[in-house]
C-alpha cells in the first residue's frame, strides 16, 4: 500500500503544469519595479531629511537673571517662595532702611542748613555790595593821599641842600608818605575783606547742587531696599530666609524670564545650508510629545570650541598624530524662538525635538 501511495504522489507531481515564460517574465519585471520604488522612495526620503532636517539634540531655554540688591544689609522681609511665580514689580524681598533713612535725614539736615544761610547771605547782599564800594573808594582815596604825599616830598627834597627849604618840612612830607602807605594797606585789606564776605552767597548757591544731589542720592538708595520683580518670571534656587546679610551687586536668588522662550537645538554641519534665519521649525517637548509648537530660527552659531586641538604657549597648533577612520560631523548650536509658548509647560533645561519645515 506504501508503494501505491508513492506512484500517486508521483503522477500528481508529473501532472502539475510549468509557469509560462510571461509569468516568469512579470515575476522577474515586478521584482525589479519594487526594488527600483524601494531605492527611488529611499532617495526621496534621504532628500526630504537633508532638505528637512530633524534633531533631538535640543533643549528649552529661557533667560535667567541674578537677582542683587543695589545696596547692602539685613533681609527683614521675604514675601516669596522658591518657584513661585511672580509678576512685574512684585515685592521679592526687602533690605533692612534704618540706615538709610538717617542717611536721607541727614542729608535733608545738611540741606536745610545751607539754604538757610544761603538766606542769610542774601539779605545781607545789598549791604555787603554797599561795603565793598565803600572799601573800593577807600583804597582809591588812600593811594591819591600817597601820590600827594609822595610828590610833595619829591619837590621839596632837592630844595633842602639850598636852604629853600626846611628840615622839618621834608620831616613832615616823609611823614606824611608813610601815613599814606600805612593807609592804602589798610584800605586795601578791608576792600579784600568785603569781597570775601560778597563772595559767601555765591560760594554757598554753588554748595547747594551738591546737597541737592546728596538728598536725591539717599532717596535712590532707599528706594533701593525693596527689591521687586523687573518681570513676570519664577523664582529659582532661592535658598535663604529673613535675617540673611545681602551684598550689593551679588545675586540672592535668580528669575526666570517666562515671557519668552527658545530652543537650542545642535544640527550636523551639513545640514546648515537648509537652515537660515527665519526658517520656520516644528517643536515637540519630550515631557508632552503629542502637542506641536511651532518656531522661527533666530540664528545659527557660528563657532564652537575644537575638542581637538588646543593653542601652545607659543601660538602654535598641535596636530596629533593620529588617524580617525571615522569622522564625526560638528554640531553647531540654532536659536529658535518658540512661538505662543504656554509658561506652565515649558521648563528650563526640558529635551526637545525640532524639525524644520
Excluded at 515586478?30 to 530633524?54: C, D
Excluded at 546679610?245 to 524670564?257: E, H, K, Q
Excluded at 533666530?298 to 570650541?305: D, E, I, M, S
Excluded at 596629533?320 to 524662538?337: G, S
Aim: overall charge positive; glycine content about 6%.
Amino acid at each position: 500500500m506504501h508503494d501505491r501511495n508513492e506512484s500517486e504522489a508521483a503522477s500528481a507531481g508529473a501532472q502539475k503544469p510549468k509557469p509560462s515564460p510571461g509569468r516568469i517574465l512579470a515575476g522577474r519585471l515586478l521584482s525589479i519595479v519594487v526594488v527600483a520604488a524601494a531605492v527611488v522612495l529611499s532617495f526621496l526620503v534621504w532628500k526630504l531629511k537633508e532638505r528637512h532636517p530633524r534633531t533631538d539634540d535640543a533643549v528649552a531655554r529661557a533667560n535667567v537673571v541674578g537677582i542683587a540688591p543695589r545696596v547692602r544689609g539685613q533681609i527683614i522681609s521675604l514675601p516669596v517662595v522658591d518657584n513661585q511665580a511672580v509678576k512685574e514689580g512684585d515685592l521679592l524681598f526687602q533690605i533692612d532702611p534704618e540706615d538709610y533713612e538717617l542717611t536721607l535725614k541727614r542729608a535733608q539736615a545738611a540741606l536745610a542748613t545751607l539754604d538757610r544761610q544761603i538766606e542769610v547771605a542774601r539779605s545781607h547782599d545789598a549791604q555787603l555790595r554797599y561795603q565793598v564800594g565803600a572799601a573800593q573808594a577807600g583804597v582809591d582815596r588812600a593811594k591819591a593821599e600817597l601820590k600827594q604825599a609822595g610828590d610833595t616830598l619829591d619837590r621839596l627834597q632837592p630844595l633842602l641842600p639850598s636852604g629853600y627849604a626846611r628840615a622839618e618840612d621834608v620831616d613832615r612830607a616823609e611823614t606824611a608818605k608813610r601815613v599814606a602807605a600805612s593807609s592804602v594797606a589798610a584800605e586795601e585789606k578791608r576792600f579784600g575783606q568785603a569781597k570775601v564776605a560778597q563772595s559767601e552767597l555765591e560760594t554757598l548757591t554753588a554748595q547747594r547742587a551738591g546737597a541737592v544731589a546728596a538728598v536725591d542720592l539717599a532717596k535712590l538708595e532707599l528706594s533701593y531696599c525693596r527689591v521687586v520683580a523687573p518681570f513676570p518670571g519664577r523664582i529659582v534656587n532661592l535658598n535663604i530666609s529673613v535675617g540673611a546679610f545681602a551684598s550689593a551687586g551679588i545675586p540672592v536668588f535668580s528669575l526666570l524670564d517666562t515671557r519668552k522662550w527658545y530652543v537650542m537645538a545642535n544640527f550636523r554641519e551639513g545640514e546648515l545650508p537648509h537652515i537660515a534665519p527665519g526658517t520656520p521649525v516644528d517643536l515637540y517637548l519630550s515631557s508632552l510629545p503629542g502637542r506641536r509648537f511651532t518656531g522661527r530660527v533666530q540664528g545659527v552659531g557660528w563657532a564652537v570650541q575644537p575638542t581637538d586641538e588646543f593653542d601652545i604657549p607659543h601660538g602654535l597648533p598641535l596636530v596629533k598624530r593620529e588617524l580617525n577612520w571615522v569622522h564625526i560631523a560638528q554640531r553647531f548650536p540654532v536659536r529658535i524662538e518658540v512661538e505662543k509658548p504656554d509658561p506652565e509647560i515649558f521648563r528650563m533645561g526640558a529635551s526637545a525635538v525640532v524639525t524644520v519645515r
